[in-house]
Structures are given as C-alpha cells and as structure tokens.
C-alpha cells in the first residue's frame, strides 16, 4: 500500500477527512460571513449544499449527519425549553396559546387554499401540505442564545407557541398517516390522546425528582452532563414510542429540567457550547446536503411549487406575527423577532414531506410527489435565509437598546465586587455557586477568591492547598463564562487577610462558608466570622449548604424589626430576589407587618418578576415557628445585625443555640447587612403612626454612619 494514498476519492468516506471537512465549514463559515454581516447559520446550510450530492458531491448524507443531525434538531429544542423564563412564560402563557393557533390556523388557510385553487392537488394533499407551513423549527434560536435574548416577551411567546403548532402539525402528520395504515377509528384517538397524557405526565412528574436527585448526589461536571444528554433522549424516545416527533419529548425535558440549570451555571455553559459547536452545526450542514437546488432549473412544476410554497409560509407566518402584535399592541421589533424565530422549516416539516412521499394512494400515486419534495427542499432553504436575517437584525436592534440601558444602569449603580474567602476545599464549589446567583450579570469581574497564609502557621504544603483551592474556585467560574480574581496573601491571621483585601479590592460584599465547632467550647460562628463582623461594616453572608444550590426549591428569609432602615437593607432584598429569579424557586419573606410593607413596596418597585410570597412574623421570638415552613430542600435565611445597629435585638445572641438546635438539618445562610453608604430613605407608609419613627430611625442611622467613618 502507498504511504501516500490518502483514499480521498469523492465522495470521501473516510471517518477522519470527513469530520476534518465539518469541522472546518464549522469553523470557518463564520469568519467568512461575518465579514459580510450575514448570520453563520446560513453559511452551514450553503456549505451542506455545496458539498452535498447535489452540489459537488464532497460528501455523503450518511448515517453520522443523520445521528448527529438528530442530536442538534432535539438541542435546539431542548436548550429552547432550559433557557425559557419560566416566570415570564407563565405570564405570557395567554399570548402563547394564542399566538400558537393563530401561526397554525393561519396557514392551515392560507395552505389548503394556495393548494388547491392553485396547484391543483386533492384535499388529503392540501392539508397535508398545509400542515407543513403551519410547523416551524426554531433554527434560528442559536443566535438568541448569542446576543442573551431569551428571556424577551417576544422570544417566550413564540417558543410557547411553537409548542402549540407543531404539536398540533404532527396530529394531522399522524392522523393522515393512520388513515392510509387503515388504523384510524374511535379508538385511534383514544389511545393517542391517552399515550400522550401519560407520557407528558411521566416527564412532568418524574423528570424533574430524577433530576434533584442525580443532582444532589453527583456533583462531577462530566457525570451531570452526561444525565442531561440522556434525560433529553428518554423525553425524545418516548415521544416517538407514542407516535408523535421526538422534539416535543427534548423541548418538554428542557421546560422540566428549567430550574435544576441555573443560567449562569457550570452545567447550562457547558450544554450551550457543546450544542453550538458541534451538534447543531452538524444538523444544519446536514439540512443544506437534502437540497436540490437544480431542480428548480429542469422544468415542470418543481419551480411553480417552489414559489406558492415558500410566499405562502413566509405570508402565513408573517401574518400570524403581524395579528398577534396588534392584538397585544407589541412594538414593530417584537413582531420581527416573532416571525424571524417562526418562519423557518425544518424538522417537522422534513418528517412530514418524507413520510408523505412514501405514502402511496389507490390511484398509485404519491401523496406528496417529487415536485413537493423538491419545493419543500428550497422552501427550507429560502425561509431559514430570512429566518436568520430578520432574527439576527431583530436581535441587535434588541442588543443595542440594552447595551444603552445598561450603560444608563452602570451609572447609577456602584461597582459590585464579591469577595469569597477559600480556605476549605468542601465548601468551595457552593460558595462560587452562591456568589454567582446573587451577582449582577450586568457587571464583569465581580468575583475575587482569596487565599490567606498565615504568617506563623505557614508551609509549602499549606500553599500548594491554597492554590489548588484559588484554581478550583476560578474553574468553577469559569466553567459559568466568568472571570475570577485570585488573591494569595500573607497576614498575621486570616481574618487580618480578609480586611484588608476587602480594602484593597474594594469588595462590597463577602461569603463565607459556616464555621464547623471543634469541641464543644467552641462557638457557632468561629473565631473567623466574629472577628470579620467586627472589621467590616460591608454585607456578609455566612453561608452552610446540605445540597447543591440549583436543586433548592424554596428561599425562606426571616427579617427582624426595623431591618429596613439599615444602609444594606435593599442590596439584601435585590440580591436573593436575584437568586429566587435565576433559581426558579419561590422566595418567602417573613417579618412583622412594618417591616414586611416595605419589602412589598421594593419588591414590587424593582423585583415583580420574582416569585415572591410575604407572612407576618409578629415577633422575633417567634422564629421558631418557621420549624414547620422550612423543609429539607429549603434555603433558611436569617437576617441578623451587628451589635449597635438600628435593628440590632439581644435575642440574636441566642440566634447560634436556635440555629444549631433546630435547623441543623436544613441549608442556612447568616446575613449581616451592609452598613457602609448613606442609609436608606424611609417612605413613610400610609399609617400616620409610622411618619415620626421613620424620621427618627433615619436620623439615628445617619449619626451612626457618621460615627462609622470617624472610627
């Protein structure tokens, strides 16, 4: 055998010049198109058309594009349904259902008729037909992802909706299918309506406690990743088993298994870039292979077809976009993001045209015949073009307002800087979960991890540990696309160490793992967080965490009296508002009536998105009442004050024997409120008894800040 024979006939066939050749288009159709200000989504799809058996044939459309075709279509489905806002997408459920049946009756019209009047096919054909303009394939969803749109009203409304289509596009897929196997009576759709309820409760049900599970009880990156890939091909598989397409089962998986992935977790940054680089690429090159561009060139009624079919989708769909804003009074680029994100065909509307062509009627002709196949083809091509211009043009008028929006924010709000101290390796990876869900997303390089060496106690073993434990906590973040500082320091003790590098770095805010007791005479908080309290007037956050802090499913935080006339008292309320949002997880706030009007008055003002609930706690002796609201899956949060403050209380002095006693099975976080800055103006609420005590809790909390700054 010659050295040299590289075997590189066409079309090759060679595993290694083949994923060669992918990956290359992968990597260089962005470069190229991005010069040209055209989305690199249709750069794939040309390149599968120029290499494909109707273009130059380099490649085949064999098996791998199949597989891993498959495995991008349920990705993007999936990552569809994971990075939804689900609390916004409840409050746009309505728009959903009605923008879903008004992007499939309007082309079930529109379709049937074009069909009929003017390709002149049967009824059976015309809805069949139809029914494919009716779906859409979210093909564009990856530029979403890139500019961090998915939380728009707009792009929830069409994801919600694409779930209202196709679902019922596949119906008609599967009810037209059965006629033809003569298996559609009574009891066809008895059992279709019935296979499909249990299987959406199965996923709804069980997906989600499988999930916590796996989760609380395997905390290795690869392990995790792994689970997800495979919830998402049960969900898919057991759709299919059913008889309907498998990309509602990933879709369904990705809105289950929402809340278990924080958005800016390790675990969600890892699935959006393996999807985005690999995967989905490999469907849309594979998309661009089954196009036959030529055939529109040789005559008869492929070019015919071609044309009603693609003017039809695309009038259909922007029609539906164009009722929807109106109705809900949207503005005109909410209406552009709607019909870029629905107006692309792909997968459904493949399986639909390819079990059509196989479908063969009495007359012995083809349900669908190769014009329709061919058209199709070109219709996919044509529609995720647009797709993809008007979606990418959408997104950065969107990209534009809020990168002005946040610059007009960035003003107004000071530098967030979290400090995380990383002295024991157990703890490590919670505390970088915490510190990520309660930062601004807005403000970059807000982490610092420290490492103190204390200066009698020091050794090489020591500072190797100290640095392994500064790497762990940087992957960690890292692994979440954000940047860490770290900081190795000497100091007489690491407390010393702490104050000061919150001085230098100017950190706003520090957390800190719960101090383990040694004996019995050893205190609850340690010496570490006693003497920290007593050199810094900035937040702290003592923080001890039984589970994972994505598998959380409730934040209950316990306020005492007067805690709103501290300086930190909103940064407090902003930064778990945070984490309840980014968390999915309710977030039940308990204080006396005074305090708990205030906390509505900020929430509602800034936070309304938030899941939120609010009970009296009459007093704070009473805090062991929250024994009975607080669960094993439950965050307790305890507001407490350093001593001399506005809402300083002496029971808090017993606040250590209570928690250690009666919340020793449930994760804790210890808050002391920030104290640095102006304090907080009281609005005075509607009760006219409340006017002179606010006015004096400001004066008294203004003099106190004074006395700070002096000493």
């Known amino acids: 055998m010659n050295l040299f024979d590289l075997n590189l006939t066409l079309p090759i066939s060679d595993p290694t010049w083949v994923f060669f050749l992918v990956l290359i288009i992968i990597l260089f159709a962005p470069m190229i198109l991005g010069r040209l200000h055209i989305p690199h989504i249709i750069g794939m799809i040309l390149a599968g058309v120029l290499i494909g058996e109707h273009g130059f044939h380099v490649l085949d459309r064999d098996s791998s594009f199949e597989l891993f075709g498959k495995v991008g279509l349920y990705y993007i489905m999936f990552l569809a349904g994971l990075e939804m806002d689900m609390e916004d997408f409840k409050k746009n459920r309505t728009k959903s259902f009605v923008f879903g049946w008004l992007t499939f009756l309007i082309p079930m019209a529109l379709g049937i008729w074009s069909s009929m009047s003017m390709l002149g096919y049967g009824f059976l054909t015309a809805v069949l037909l139809a029914s494919m303009y009716a779906s859409h394939t979210l093909i564009a969803y990856p530029i979403i992802s890139r500019y961090g749109l998915s939380r728009l009203r707009s792009v929830n409304i069409t994801i919600g909706g694409t779930a209202v289509t196709v679902t019922l596009a596949l119906i008609i897929l599967a009810v037209i299918g059965g006629m033809f196997k003569g298996t559609v009576d009574g009891w066809f759709w008895v059992f279709l309506v019935a296979k499909v309820a249990f299987l959406g409760f199965l996923i709804v049900f069980f997906f989600p406690r499988i999930g916590r599970w796996f989760f609380r009880k395997y905390d290795d990156s690869v392990m995790q990743f792994v689970f997800v890939l495979a919830m998402v091909f049960l969900g898919g598989g057991l759709m299919e088993f059913v008889g309907m397409e498998g990309i509602l089962g990933a879709f369904l998986a990705g809105l289950v298994l929402n809340r278990l992935i924080p958005h800016v977790s390790p675990l969600m940054n890892r699935l959006e870039f393996v999807g985005n680089a690999l995967f989905i690429p490999y469907f849309l090159i594979g998309v661009g292979m089954i196009i036959d561009v030529r055939s529109l060139f040789t005559g008869g009624e492929a070019l015919k077809v071609a044309v009603v079919m693609t003017v039809v989708a695309t009038f259909s769909k922007w029609l539906a976009a164009w009722i929807t804003q109106k109705i809900y009074r949207m503005q005109s680029n909410e209406r552009s993001m709607i019909f870029g994100l629905s107006n692309a065909q792909a997968a459904a509307t493949l399986a639909a045209v390819l079990i059509g062509h196989e479908i063969i009627m009495e007359n012995g002709e083809r349900l669908l015949n190769d014009d329709v196949l061919n058209g199709t083809v070109v219709m996919i091509l044509f529609t995720c073009v647009i797709s993809s211009l008007v979606t990418e043009r959408s997104a950065r008028r969107f990209a534009l307002d809020e990168n002005v929006q946040a610059e007009e924010e960035a003003k107004q709000i000071n530098k967030e800087q979290i400090l995380i101290p990383v002295a024991n390796p157990e703890t490590i990876e919670d505390l970088v979960n915490l510190a990520l869900v309660i930062k601004d997303a807005k403000q970059k390089n807000a982490l610092v991890a420290l490492n103190v060496i204390n200066d009698n106690n020091s050794s090489e073993k020591k500072e190797q540990q100290g640095k392994r434990n500064l790497e762990k906590a940087a992957m960690i973040a ?36 719960l101090h383990r007791k040694a004996n019995i005479v050893d205190s609850f908080f340690g010496h570490l967080a006693e003497s920290l309290l007593k050199g810094t007037h900035r937040e702290v956050m003592i923080a001890k965490f039984l589970m994972p802090v994505n598998t959380l499913r409730r934040i209950n935080i316990a306020v005492p009296p007067k805690a709103e006339y501290e300086s930190g008292f909103s940064k407090w309320v902003e930064h778990f508002c945070r984490m309840g949002s980014i968390l999915g997880c309710r977030v039940h706030f308990f204080a006396n009536e005074r ?30 009442l929250l024994t009975g609201q607080v669960n094993y899956d439950h965050l307790l949060v305890v507001i407490s004050a350093r001593r001399g403050s506005i809402s300083y209380d002496p029971s808090f002095e017993r606040l250590p ?20 800055g102006e304090p907080q103006e009281i609005v005075s609420f509607s009760d006219p008894r409340g006017h002179n005590e606010s006015q004096h809790y400001e004066k008294v909390g203004k003099w106190f800040y004074k006395w700070l700054k002096k000493n």
């Not at 305090?595 to 007093?619: D, N, W, Y």
């Not at 024997?657 to 640095?676: C, E, H, M, R, V």
């Open 657 to 676: 024997a209570q928690l250690g006693k009666y919340f020793s099975n449930n994760s804790l976080i210890i808050l002391y409120p920030d104290q640095f």
């Open 478 to 513: 890292a692994a979440a696309d954000v940047p860490v500082t770290m900081v190795s320091r000497y100091d007489l003790n690491i407390a010393s160490g702490i104050i000061h590098t919150i001085k230098e770095y100017e950190a706003t805010d520090i957390v800190i793992g």
């Open 595 to 624: 305090t708990l009007m205030r906390i509505q008055q900020l929430v509602k003002k800034r936070h309304a998105g938030t899941p939120t609930e609010f009970s009296i706690l009459e007093e704070w002796e009473d805090l062991l």
